[in-house]
């Protein structure tokens, strides 16, 4: 049977039919819909785990007790995930394990480019790389044989465009796969340095067997054509060389790239005249070749970008200098359309009171609110990864201390945040007698990456009701005082909130709890918020003078009619969350009837 699918579905597709029943993941594009789709299949057990770390031991305690796991997160996630993957080389596996890292050259959605190809060789692992869905379930179906019979854990590197493309598949019942027996084995299982040791000369053994394999690995291939041109490309890339080279040229496909084939590549480069290497971000292929000593004349990184996605209009470029032909038009008609928070966006009045204090640091973290870093809030001075902003906004208040300052530092992130790598910041700022003010944003979802749970919204990956952890009872666990839980729609709450714990010279925190509006709203949501965005506010265009003050709150429901010089409320958007009704100081916006 033949379907469309994206990358990502293809992946959990491949899963499924290759017999996996265990599934975890951390939410973040491009990856998310990866186990949003799993989780669809009654056969797989899916979780959404507090962080990558997690979900990765959760995968490898899985594969190690006999039943097939499968682990996602975008690539920075495999930061967080690298400490237990390096050992997780070392051991080996029991059932098949596989890692499916999502890359993103060009970074949409990410605050880094790096390619996580370099974890493959650093970690000493078996690597594929789709180029299409049908190489997306071809690979992780080959990468559970192979895991199983190399005794290695797989990555499959994915990029966003293949990742969120779409192409026909064919799809394949689900094979069961017979659970392996679980046997104790410390010396394959407890990395002490004694058994490391062991296990690290079984590692280059198995690289060396796996570097046979990719010679004759039905992902490498090589198409013929003329031998005056030859592309060497893995991944999104081939295609991309595929538009632009057309039949002109010969082609050597890599999709399996940890070991690479080296013979292979130095048979295809020695027939070949040229050779364009074809690669987003690093010269990781490029370097490679670079190390066999070709005879032929090749290309990488000296005129293809080390950065951004390898489209068919940047390789033109590099190549000859032309360009695909655009209609040009006046540049200087363009209108700058910043990404704001949605109208009724419960991070909207913090981040609007947040901004008017200039006598303070505001350390930000990963999330929908980072958005608060540009106009008209200009609420966030720091942003550095998953958890960090209580951790640098400990480390900037000492500084501050020290130095005799004055200045006072305010943290803030989010709740799936604060469960990701939060608590621990947390705990380090109370242990260390800091004296910040941390913000903890509960709009009662993981909203940036598309509304997965997380541990403070009571139901799991597949919608389960489960114990709903509270963010205040952690908090207060961890050994915080001074907490307040606030309605951040309510200005005054906010502001006697910020001053009350301001005036400490000890850890607190702030908690304002107020749902996303665009969540689907649980019985117990409708429960606590009963009344919720059921009212729309309108303005008395008797009484509006026109100040544009209420536009400063940066709600895209409202707008400013120049030719009547009052300002209009898009009914549509509007939720009634009332930021505006406090801001205008002729009250001149009101409930509507």
């Given at each position: 049977?033949?379907?469309?699918?994206?990358?990502?579905?293809?992946?959990?597709?491949?899963?499924?039919e290759?017999?996996?029943?265990?599934?975890?993941?951390?939410?973040?594009?491009?990856?998310?819909?990866?186990?949003?789709?799993?989780?669809?299949?009654?056969?797989?057990?899916?979780?959404?785990?507090?962080?990558?770390?997690?979900?990765?031991?959760?995968?490898?305690?899985?594969a190690?007790?006999?039943?097939?796991?499968?682990?996602?997160?975008?690539?920075?996630?495999?930061?967080?995930?690298?400490?237990?993957?390096?050992?997780?080389?070392?051991?080996?596996?029991?059932?098949?394990?596989?890692?499916?890292?999502?890359?993103?050259?060009?970074m949409?959605?990410?605050?880094?480019?790096?390619?996580?190809?370099?974890?493959?060789?650093?970690?000493?692992?078996?690597?594929?790389?789709?180029?299409?869905s049908?190489?997306?379930?071809?690979?992780?179906?080959?990468?559970?044989?192979?895991?199983?019979?190399?005794?290695?854990?797989?990555?499959?590197?994915?990029?966003?465009?293949?990742?969120h493309?779409?192409?026909?598949?064919?799809?394949?019942?689900?094979?069961?796969?017979?659970?392996?027996?679980?046997?104790?084995?410390?010396?394959?299982?407890?990395?002490?340095?004694?058994?490391?040791r062991?296990?690290?000369?079984?590692?280059?053994?198995?690289?060396?067997?796996?570097?046979?394999?990719?010679?004759?690995s039905?992902?490498?291939?090589?198409?013929?054509?003329?031998?005056?041109?030859?592309?060497?490309?893995?991944?999104?890339?081939?295609?991309?060389?595929?538009?632009?080279?057309?039949?002109?040229?010969?082609?050597?496909?890599?999709?399996?790239?940890?070991?690479m084939?080296?013979?292979?590549?130095?048979?295809?480069?020695?027939?070949?005249?040229?050779?364009?290497?074809?690669?987003?971000?690093?010269?990781?292929i490029?370097?490679?070749?670079?190390?066999?000593?070709?005879?032929?004349?090749?290309?990488?990184?000296?005129?293809?970008?080390?950065?951004?996605?390898?489209?068919?209009?940047v390789?033109?470029?590099a190549?000859?200098?032309?360009?695909?032909?655009?209609?040009?038009?006046?540049?200087?008609?363009?209108?700058n359309?910043?990404?704001?928070?949605?109208?009724?966006?419960?991070?909207?009045?913090?981040?609007?009171?947040?901004?008017?204090?200039?006598?303070?640091?505001?350390?930000?973290?990963?999330?929908?609110?980072?958005?608060?870093?540009?106009?008209?809030?200009?609420?966030?001075?720091?942003?550095?990864?998953?958890?960090?902003?209580?951790?640098?906004?400990?480390?900037?208040?000492?500084?501050?201390?020290?130095?005799?300052?004055?200045?006072?530092?305010?943290?803030?992130?989010?709740?799936?945040?604060?469960?990701?790598?939060?608590?621990?910041?947390?705990?380090?700022?109370?242990?260390?007698?800091?004296?910040?003010?941390?913000?903890?944003?509960?709009n009662?979802?993981?909203?940036?990456?598309?509304?997965?749970?997380n541990?403070?919204?009571?139901?799991?990956?597949?919608?389960?009701?489960?114990?709903?952890?509270?963010?205040?009872?952690?908090?207060?666990?961890?050994?915080?005082?001074?907490?307040k839980?606030?309605?951040?729609?309510?200005?005054?709450?906010?502001?006697?909130?910020?001053?009350?714990?301001?005036?400490?010279?000890?850890?607190?925190?702030?908690?304002?709890?107020?749902?996303?509006?665009?969540?689907?709203?649980?019985?117990?949501?409708?429960?606590?918020?009963?009344?919720?965005?059921?009212?729309?506010?309108?303005?008395?265009?008797?009484?509006?003078?026109?100040?544009?003050?209420?536009?400063?709150?940066?709600?895209?429901?409202?707008?400013?009619d120049?030719?009547?010089?009052?300002?209009?409320?898009?009914?549509?958007?509007?939720?009634?969350?009332?930021?505006?009704?406090?801001?205008?100081?002729?009250?001149?916006?009101?409930?509507?009837?």
């Amino acid at each position: 049977m033949k379907r469309l699918m994206t990358g990502d579905e293809a992946i959990a597709r491949g899963a499924y039919e290759a017999g996996v029943r265990h599934a975890s993941a951390y939410p973040g594009t491009p990856s998310t819909e990866i186990l949003e789709n799993l989780a669809t299949y009654d056969e797989i057990y899916a979780e959404w785990a507090p962080n990558e770390k997690v979900a990765m031991e959760s995968a490898i305690g899985a594969a190690i007790a006999g039943i097939r796991s499968i682990v996602s997160m975008k690539h920075v996630g495999v930061n967080v995930a690298a400490d237990p993957l390096f050992t997780w080389a070392y051991m080996g596996v029991n059932a098949g394990n596989v890692l499916i890292t999502a890359d993103e050259p060009g970074m949409y959605s990410s605050q880094n480019e790096q390619d996580n190809r370099n974890y493959a060789k650093a970690a000493k692992l078996a690597m594929f790389e789709p180029a299409d869905s049908q190489e997306c379930i071809d690979m992780v179906k080959a990468a559970y044989e192979l895991s199983e019979s190399y005794d290695t854990p797989v990555m499959i590197r994915m990029t966003t465009r293949v990742c969120h493309s779409k192409s026909i598949v064919e799809i394949q019942d689900r094979v069961e796969v017979e659970p392996k027996t679980w046997e104790k084995n410390p010396a394959k299982y407890v990395c002490l340095p004694a058994i490391a040791r062991n296990l690290r000369v079984k590692l280059e053994e198995r690289l060396q067997k796996l570097a046979e394999y990719s010679e004759t690995s039905p992902f490498n291939k090589v198409e013929m054509g003329d031998t005056s041109i030859g592309i060497i490309a893995s991944g999104i890339c081939y295609y991309y060389a595929k538009e632009v080279f057309g039949e002109k040229a010969s082609y050597l496909k890599l999709g399996f790239t940890n070991p690479m084939p080296k013979n292979l590549i130095k048979d295809f480069c020695n027939k070949m005249d040229k050779v364009y290497i074809l690669e987003e971000n690093d010269p990781f292929i490029e370097e490679f070749v670079e190390r066999l000593g070709v005879t032929c004349e090749f290309h990488g990184k000296d005129i293809f970008p080390p950065y951004g996605e390898m489209t068919p209009d940047v390789i033109r470029k590099a190549v000859d200098g032309t360009g695909l032909k655009t209609i040009d038009f006046d540049r200087s008609k363009l209108i700058n359309r910043a990404p704001t928070f949605c109208a009724g966006c419960p991070h909207r009045g913090l981040f609007y009171r947040l901004g008017k204090r200039k006598d303070i640091m505001i350390s930000g973290d990963i999330g929908c609110y980072t958005l608060a870093a540009g106009k008209p809030y200009n609420a966030m001075d720091s942003t550095v990864c998953m958890g960090a902003s209580f951790s640098i906004g400990h480390g900037a208040q000492r500084a501050f201390n020290m130095i005799g300052s004055g200045k006072r530092v305010v943290t803030v992130l989010g709740d799936s945040t604060f469960f990701h790598t939060g608590i621990n910041s947390l705990i380090n700022t109370v242990y260390n007698k800091s004296n910040t003010v941390n913000i903890i944003l509960d709009n009662r979802i993981t909203g940036m990456t598309g509304h997965q749970n997380n541990p403070g919204t009571g139901f799991t990956a597949k919608n389960e009701e489960t114990t709903l952890i509270q963010i205040e009872d952690v908090v207060k666990a961890i050994g915080v005082k001074h907490v307040k839980v606030i309605d951040p729609n309510n200005l005054q709450e906010v502001d006697a909130a910020l001053d009350e714990c301001l005036a400490l010279d000890e850890p607190s925190v702030i908690i304002t709890r107020w749902p996303c509006v665009l969540k689907k709203f649980s019985q117990a949501d409708k429960a606590e918020f009963e009344n919720l965005f059921k009212t729309k506010n309108k303005v008395d265009e008797e009484k509006c003078i026109g100040c544009k003050l209420c536009l400063k709150a940066g709600c895209p429901a409202m707008s400013y009619d120049k030719s009547e010089k009052k300002v209009r409320i898009n009914r549509a958007q509007c939720v009634g969350c009332d930021v505006c009704t406090q801001v205008c100081p002729k009250e001149a916006i009101v409930k509507e009837d």
